[in-house]
């Protein structure tokens, strides 16, 4: 079968990567892409929001399945677009990907069908959320309530903190249109955990758990970043919380979604935090989270055609997924300077030290071949170097050796990726 893969990061790198394990697939194609992902796709250059364009290609080409990676295409509603086409397509439609696409929909969607989450208040403009936070107790979270990139989240200590939030999210407009509703969310403390899973409308799946580090720098400080590194599994997610979850927060969403006349189809992401009062819903998203997918997917013993499919089919319930016993940690390469000003084209060296390994991986985010056909860097988070290992520590040790295998100017990583591990 043929296969087009939409996106362009690590995250897509890694679903090209497990796509041409499938013994089902013999033609992927993935739009745009990236240097790293041309060793399993033919890259097409059509952009992720150009749908109608990606329709036609599909189309032509004789696409039998279509995986969107990326939120902004989901939320903008490219699977409509396919499937009026009749185009077998992976991911939620526009009325299912609101979940991740408004933070406002998914807090009120919670509190409706009792979901453990924190509590919030939702409000249309700047007046509004200056007049909530006057009774609001510190810390508080501000969060854009659309897309953001993963970096519409403002935790305020102080009411000073939370009007300079206020003016950048709601005035400055710094996120666009995303900061047009803001949610003001209740602080929670505890352990945060990523759990993908996928669905098919009515029925869920969880994948295997991990934990994604977002701020810049070492000992989470510095500004928030699309993920600076991600292990599995999380020695939190115990069997106490797996089932909690499972009764209490999984299956009642995708049963939420479908009662609110949205079934949803694809991916849930679910952002927790392991909380003194027992987990709670941080967040959810509607696709694979980057670089969560990095260290999960190699995990995965499944065919990744074979679940996408059954989810799409409706029949996932005839499946049940597998990992793994082992553990994976990847560890962000990026650009000086991310997420802020960084600058590109530097070569990258020592690639090939990952050619035909099983235990370590190199996924590029962003990456092009120059005009002599090298690999530069062409991004902030430029590489997801990965590894495992039979222990959680072992892979963090493992993943870090190899990120001296490869180099380019202007290089730059934390060095305590999953240092948690070692206090659980």
Same mark, same amino acid.
């Given at each position: 079968?043929?296969?087009?893969?939409?996106?362009?990061?690590?995250?897509?790198?890694?679903?090209?990567?497990?796509?041409?394990?499938?013994?089902?697939?013999?033609?992927?194609?993935?739009?745009?892409?990236?240097?790293?992902?041309?060793?399993?796709?033919?890259?097409?250059?059509?952009?992720?929001?150009?749908?109608?364009?990606?329709?036609?290609?599909?189309?032509?080409?004789?696409?039998?399945?279509?995986?969107?990676?990326?939120?902004?295409?989901?939320?903008?509603?490219?699977?409509?677009?396919?499937?009026?086409?009749?185009?077998?397509?992976?991911?939620?439609?526009?009325?299912?990907?609101?979940?991740?696409?408004?933070?406002?929909?998914?807090?009120?969607?919670?509190?409706?069908?009792?979901?453990?989450?924190?509590?919030?208040?939702?409000?249309?403009?700047?007046?509004?959320?200056?007049?909530?936070?006057?009774? $609001?107790?510190? +810390?508080?979270?501000?969060?854009? =309530?659309?897309?953001?990139? /993963?970096? !519409?989240?403002?935790?305020? #200590? &102080?009411?000073?903190?939370?009007?300079?939030?206020?003016?950048?999210?709601?005035?400055?407009?710094?996120?666009?249109?995303?900061?047009?509703?803001?949610?003001?969310?209740?602080?929670?403390?505890?352990?945060?955990?990523?759990?993908?899973?996928?669905?098919?409308?009515? $029925?869920?799946? +969880?994948?295997?758990?991990?934990? =994604?580090?977002?701020?810049? /720098?070492? !000992?989470?400080?510095?500004? #928030? &970043?699309?993920?600076?590194?991600?292990?599995?599994?999380?020695?939190?997610?115990?069997?106490?919380?797996?089932?909690?979850?499972?009764?209490?927060?999984?299956?009642?969403?995708?049963?939420?979604?479908?009662?609110?006349?949205?079934?949803?189809?694809?991916?849930?992401?679910?952002?927790?935090?392991?909380?003194?009062?027992?987990?709670?819903?941080?967040?959810?998203?509607?696709?694979?989270?980057?670089?969560?997918?990095?260290?999960?997917?190699?995990?995965?013993?499944?065919?990744?055609?074979?679940?996408?499919?059954?989810?799409?089919?409706?029949?996932?319930?005839?499946?049940?997924?597998?990992?793994?016993?082992?553990?994976?940690?990847?560890?962000?390469?990026?650009?000086?300077?991310?997420?802020?000003?960084?600058?590109?084209?530097?070569?990258?060296?020592?690639?090939?030290?990952?050619?035909?390994?099983?235990?370590?991986?190199?996924?590029?985010?962003?990456?092009?071949?120059?005009?002599?056909?090298?690999?530069?860097?062409?991004?902030?988070?430029?590489?997801?170097?990965?590894?495992?290992?039979?222990?959680?520590?072992?892979?963090?040790?493992?993943?870090?050796?190899?990120?001296?295998?490869?180099?380019?100017?202007?290089?730059?990583?934390?060095?305590?990726?999953?240092?948690?591990?070692?206090?659980?």
């Amino acid at each position: 079968m043929k296969v087009l893969i939409v996106g362009s990061g690590g995250r897509e790198h890694a679903i090209a990567w497990a796509v041409a394990r499938s013994p089902k697939v013999d033609k992927i194609y993935c739009a745009p892409g990236n240097a790293g992902i041309s060793e399993y796709a033919e890259c097409v250059s059509i952009g992720a929001m150009e749908f109608d364009r990606l329709a036609e290609f599909a189309e032509e080409k004789g696409i039998d399945l279509t995986i969107i990676g990326m939120d902004d295409p989901l939320v903008g509603g490219i699977v409509d677009v396919f499937e009026s086409k009749g185009l077998r397509v992976f991911g939620p439609r526009k009325n299912a990907a609101i979940l991740e696409g408004s933070k406002a929909f998914s807090k009120e969607l919670m509190q409706k069908y009792g979901i453990p989450t924190a509590g919030y208040k939702t409000v249309h403009s700047a007046e509004e959320a200056r007049e909530a936070l006057k009774t $609001t107790s510190f +810390p508080v979270v501000l969060k854009a =309530d659309g897309l953001a990139l /993963g970096k !519409g989240v403002l935790i305020c #200590n &102080t009411p000073e903190e939370a009007e300079a939030g206020v003016v950048e999210i709601m005035e400055d407009k710094k996120f666009g249109s995303a900061g047009d509703q803001m949610v003001i969310e209740e602080f929670m403390t505890g352990r945060e955990v990523s759990v993908l899973s996928f669905c098919d409308g009515k $029925t869920i799946r +969880p994948m295997t758990s991990a934990q =994604d580090h977002k701020r810049a /720098g070492d !000992g989470d400080t510095g500004l #928030n &970043t699309g993920g600076m590194g991600t292990f599995s599994p999380s020695p939190f997610y115990t069997e106490e919380v797996d089932a909690f979850c499972r009764e209490h927060i999984y299956q009642k969403t995708v049963d939420a979604m479908r009662a609110e006349g949205r079934p949803f189809v694809g991916i849930i992401f679910f952002g927790l935090m392991i909380t003194a009062d027992g987990p709670k819903v941080l967040e959810y998203n509607c696709r694979f989270g980057d670089p969560e997918a990095q260290v999960v997917i190699p995990r995965m013993k499944n065919d990744m055609i074979e679940v996408m499919e059954a989810c799409v089919d409706g029949k996932l319930d005839e499946v049940e997924l597998s990992f793994e016993d082992n553990a994976c940690v990847c560890v962000v390469l990026a650009s000086e300077g991310y997420p802020v000003s960084y600058q590109k084209g530097y070569p990258i060296r020592g690639l090939e030290n990952f050619k035909g390994c099983d235990d370590k991986f190199v996924f590029h985010a962003g990456t092009k071949f120059d005009a002599e056909g090298n690999y530069v860097t062409n991004g902030g988070r430029v590489l997801g170097v990965t590894a495992k290992g039979k222990t959680l520590v072992e892979a963090r040790a493992n993943a870090y050796k190899a990120t001296e295998l490869v180099q380019f100017d202007n290089k730059y990583m934390r060095h305590d990726i999953g240092k948690a591990i070692d206090e659980a």
